[in-house]
């Protein structure tokens, strides 16, 4: 398998493995570039929650209010202590999302190495073969 030719924005040779027999890696290659912005849309689509970081961020300034009102004694203990149980389920639900998610693109990108190396060899799978 071959090096990407590409340069990177940092001024060094992309560390990435060229498919298609063109030099180039997945992320590179201009035969790619529309299977790229689809994966960037169907990344950017969130079933109308919002991004993860936005409700990370929105959680944590809650906690942090929650601290700050406890700490005044504007809120009771322990109504505080079911409020961090429940917001900290929140924490775990988005954590838990986007690993979910990650995995599904990580697999989806490697079809695609696994599915393009079968296209360089001539469709000879060598994948779990015995010899």
Do not use: F, W
């Given at each position: 398998?071959?090096?990407?030719?590409?340069?990177?924005?940092?001024?060094?040779?992309?560390?990435?493995?060229a498919i298609d027999a063109s030099?180039?890696?997945?992320?590179?290659?201009?035969?790619?570039?529309?299977?790229?912005?689809?994966?960037?849309?169907?990344?950017?689509?969130?079933?109308?929650?919002?991004?993860?970081?936005?409700e990370l961020a929105s959680i944590?300034?809650?906690?942090?209010?929650?601290?700050?009102?406890?700490?005044?004694?504007?809120?009771?203990?322990?109504?505080?202590?079911?409020?961090?149980?429940?917001?900290?389920?929140?924490?775990?639900?988005?954590?838990?999302?986007?690993?979910?998610?990650?995995?599904?693109?990580?697999?989806?990108?490697?079809?695609?190495?696994?599915?393009?190396?079968?296209?360089?060899r001539g469709g000879i799978s060598?994948?779990?073969?015995?010899?």
């Amino acid at each position: 398998m071959s090096q990407c030719t590409s340069i990177t924005r940092g001024g060094q040779r992309c560390k990435g493995v060229a498919i298609d027999a063109s030099d180039l890696c997945y992320a590179h290659s201009p035969s790619h570039a529309d299977a790229r912005k689809r994966a960037a849309r169907k990344g950017g689509q969130r079933g109308g929650r919002g991004r993860p970081t936005t409700e990370l961020a929105s959680i944590k300034d809650r906690l942090e209010r929650l601290a700050e009102d406890v700490l005044a004694g504007r809120i009771d203990r322990s109504d505080a202590a079911v409020a961090g149980q429940l917001l900290n389920y929140a924490l775990r639900a988005v954590s838990v999302g986007l690993k979910a998610r990650e995995q599904e693109e990580l697999e989806a990108r490697l079809t695609e190495i696994e599915e393009a190396l079968e296209k360089q060899r001539g469709g000879i799978s060598t994948y779990g073969s015995t010899g």
